[in-house]
């Protein structure tokens, strides 16, 4: 199960389970556990994932392995859990649950960037970077948006609604 081949197969049989619960598929992994295998699902969804959803989608993905032989017969260990907020931001989606949210990223033609997460739309992003255009925000076409990373920010209050 350690193949890439073996990997997205997985993939592809795991993520009809888990968008018919809501969620989209972010990730899954297998790592060899002592005679076992870790088969890490990661899940994610607009507003968050919280424990009852990571409960309901273990059920229901670990319900559809049961019934198929997707881990083949060795035992192995489910762990469903959301992404962290150190994976990268690479597909719209991610960047759209990132709003008002502080990021870096390298930008085509300008370099890397520091700043917040103003608006997400079809053709890109638009981020407010302290120091650049005067306070406009920074346009960013989706094919100049290199992976950005949400950057942790202890002290900052917030009123954003979810």
Request: hydrophobic fraction near 40%.
């Amino acid at each position: 199960m350690g193949s890439a081949s073996d990997r997205e197969s997985l993939r592809r049989a795991l993520e009809p389970v888990v968008t018919a619960e809501g969620f989209d598929l972010e990730d899954v992994v297998v790592t060899p556990a002592g005679k076992r295998r870790m088969l890490r699902v990661v899940v994610d969804k607009d507003g968050g994932v919280d424990l009852d959803d990571i409960a309901r989608v273990s059920t229901t993905v670990s319900g559809a392995l049961d019934a198929s032989d997707a881990m083949g017969g060795a035992p192995y260990v489910l762990e469903v859990t959301s992404p962290g907020v150190d994976r990268p931001l690479t597909q719209p989606r991610h960047w759209r649950r990132a709003a008002a949210r502080l990021v870096t990223v390298g930008v085509a033609g300008v370099g890397e960037r520091t700043g917040r997460v103003l608006a997400v739309d079809d053709d890109g992003v638009d981020l407010q970077v302290d120091g650049d255009h005067a306070g406009e925000p920074l346009r960013v076409p989706w094919v100049d948006l290199g992976p950005g990373r949400v950057q942790v920010e202890f002290n900052r209050s917030t009123t954003r609604e979810e």
